[in-house]
């Protein structure tokens, strides 16, 4: 079916005010990608257009929504925490629903987490966590992995070594240091020096490629962050609120971090909320006295609407037991992908946990693959990827992402509320664009046009 760019101008459409006012370079890239479109209604797993498509969602808005787009149970519950009038944003009263929250997120957590600091996004989750672990440690210094995103604040961005993210920002936070992930012999020597105060890793790096490492790096992680008086902070962003099967993907790895991010899911897909999870070491040294109440604090934590989702989406992954079900569907959705695509040589490796998976592609040996394969990449790395976005969009009219910092992995990350014909429609879809880029040059000449328009703009 052709697709039809939401035209500037057009009637009804505030496309143009975005663009005059917003983001122009933003919807200038959506055009470019033939990804331009006007969505109506939102509904589980699939997206509905005003010119009648049904687009399947398989990037869930970066693991937002695990309960699916705008679940009933979630709507009906804002609705409701509006009808009641009740204090928000007072900054002068106990919010008793966060406590609520609060109880219910250490209880799942498990471990020695046991408060909460609730804020508005990831970044700002992160931001709490190198301030926390530097009041608790009387260190400085934050040591992470190289290739993972923790946000695009100033702090957390310096967690990140990609120079695409950092360029014209800096300097950013002094003291941060980048080891490779699974480098166990660098992960050791740095923290020996006893001069930082966190490691923060991602338990699965998603940005970096879906990279699932072992439950040794992790422990090994853990012991030598105990060894060394290091806090271990895990960034269950994209990860938590059961996306890889578990509440936390911490816990298929044994880990007992000392803080942990939630954000993204947390929200139900429709409020901004993060949650960062201490323990009571944590807490203390930070809330350390009535003088020190709110020494961390800020104008949108605790509100009710935020806190009224979290509750809300807990209900819904919890009484529709979607994390056993990403846990049952993940595998039989990564054994049918590996099956599918294996007669392909461009296809390296199928991964991933529960149902946060990776397609990752490599350059093919074949002569006639390889030489437009390394002419594209050489235009702009990320342009295979995006040929594969754009087709998988336009032609099979499903929804998906290369990762931010791995532009050869194809994310698959549907919500949790998926059902295995959406699963198997994915599976077919993609087969369908990968033979098309091993067999047909209009793959490699629809890749040309794209580097030609991309470079006019
Ligand atoms: C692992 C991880 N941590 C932190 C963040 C930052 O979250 P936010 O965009 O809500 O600030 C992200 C965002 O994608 C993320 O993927």
Known sequence: MAT??????????????????????????????DMNVHYQRCSGAELFTADGR??????????????????????????????????????????????????????????????????????????????FARATTGRTGIVYARGSFHGLTAGALSL????????????????????????????????????????????????????????EYLQKAQEYCRRTGTL???????????????????HQ????????????????????????LMTEKVYRSVYSSLRRAIVHTSTFSENS?????????????????????????GESFRAKLREE?????????????????????????????????????RVHPAMFGQVVVMRMFREKNILTQICGNHFLVLKAAPPLVVSERQLDEFVSAIRGVVKLAHTSATFWSEALGLARRAVNL
């Open 4 to 33: 039809r760019a939401v035209s500037v101008g057009e009637k009804g459409s505030f496309t143009d005010s975005y663009q005059q006012y917003v983001n122009p370079q933003w919807v200038a890239l959506l055009n470019l990608l």
């Open 54 to 131: 049904r687009i399947l969602d398989f990037l869930s808005g970066y693991c937002v929504h695990n309960t699916g787009h705008n679940h009933p149970y979630i709507v009906q519950a804002l609705k409701g925490e509006l009808d009641k009038s009740g204090p928000a944003m007072l900054q002068s009263h106990v919010p008793e629903i966060a406590g609520e929250l609060a109880e219910r997120l250490c209880k799942l957590a498990g471990g020695g987490l046991q408060k909460v600091y609730f804020g508005s996004s990831g970044s700002e989750g992160v931001e709490a966590a190198i301030k």
């Open 160 to 215: 990140m070594n990609d120079a695409f993210w950092r360029e014209g920002f800096g300097p950013l936070l002094q003291n941060t240091e980048g080891i490779e992930f699974g480098d166990l012999l660098g992960l050791e020597r740095v923290l020996e020096t006893r001069r930082y105060a966190a490691l923060v890793l991602e338990p699965i790096q998603a940005e970096a490629g879906i990279r699932v490492p072992s439950n």
């Open 232 to 250: 271990l902070v895990i960034d269950e962003v994209q990860t938590g609120m059961y996306r890889t099967g578990t509440f936390l993907a911490s």
């Open 253 to 276: 790895f044994g880990l007992q971090p000392d803080i942990v991010i939630l954000a993204k899911a947390l929200s139900g897909g429709l409020m901004p909320v993060s949650a960062t």
């Open 305 to 329: 609407l935020s806190m009224r989702a979290g509750l809300a989406a807990l209900d819904v992954l919890e009484s529709e037991r979607l994390g056993e079900r990403a846990m049952a569907l």
């Open 341 to 377: 695509l294996a007669p392909f040589e461009m296809i390296k490796e199928i991964r991933g946990m529960g149902l946060l998976c990776g397609i990752e592609f490599r350059a093919p040996n074949k002569l006639s693959l390889r030489v437009p394969f390394e002419a594209f990449h």
